[in-house]
């Protein structure tokens, strides 16, 4: 059974709230807006309070990681940009990505661990966020804590597409499929290839 999950939202179909069809294909629907999409208050690498709401408006990638799994996906992070170079398209979507910093959420370990990640964030030029009181490992977000997850929402903040694990080449594809419907563009690897 595949781990990669495509919301109700993005097929149009009427589940209840929190259901999730397992092994689905996106739907053209994908952009769509939702009712009441999630939404997360989590911390900058400063310590201060941000919401994800800020980057909808257009496509968001995120990344939910803890320090244990920050390579267990790096193969699908190169192909992003990769592709996404290859494309142009790297700034129509917000790349995210959430440090999950639970087990440090202590002193003097918070500072410290907050330290690093605005090097890493310097360093990457991508925003970070901090998870320290495990806001999307509980609740009706429910991302495991311990491993990589990776999530497409679309514009509104409907999350279109799942994955916790190392993806595998098929779900690295649908990923850049979904990517793609949201995009406009075909980012799979036989539209990507220069």
Not at 31 to 49: I, K
Not at 110 to 131: C, F, H, Q, T, W
Not at 153 to 180: C, I, K, M, W
Request: a positive charge.
């Amino acid at each position: 059974m595949s781990r990669t999950l495509v919301t109700a939202l993005a097929l149009g179909l009427s589940l209840p709230a929190g259901a999730v069809p397992r092994g689905a294909q996106p739907a053209a629907t994908s952009d769509a807006p939702c009712e009441a999409p999630r939404d997360a208050t989590l911390r900058g690498s400063d310590g201060e309070a941000v919401r994800l709401s800020r980057w909808w408006g257009k496509p968001v990638i995120l990344f939910y990681e803890d320090r244990h799994s920050l390579k267990v996906n790096q193969p699908l992070k190169d192909a992003l940009f990769a592709r996404g170079r290859a494309a142009g398209v790297l700034k129509a979507a917000s790349l995210v990505a959430v440090a999950n910093l639970q087990s440090f959420n202590f002193f003097p370990a918070r500072g410290i661990a907050l330290s690093y990640v605005r090097d890493a964030e310097k360093k990457s030029g991508i925003p970070i966020l901090v998870d320290l009181e495990g806001t999307l490992a509980e609740g009706e977000w429910g991302l495991p804590p311990k491993t990589s997850s990776v999530l497409l929402l679309n514009r509104y903040g409907t999350e279109v597409f799942r994955a916790s694990g190392p993806l595998t080449a098929p779900e690295t594809e649908q990923f850049f499929s979904v990517l793609g419907s949201l995009l406009g563009r075909d980012l799979t690897a036989q539209g990507a290839a220069p």
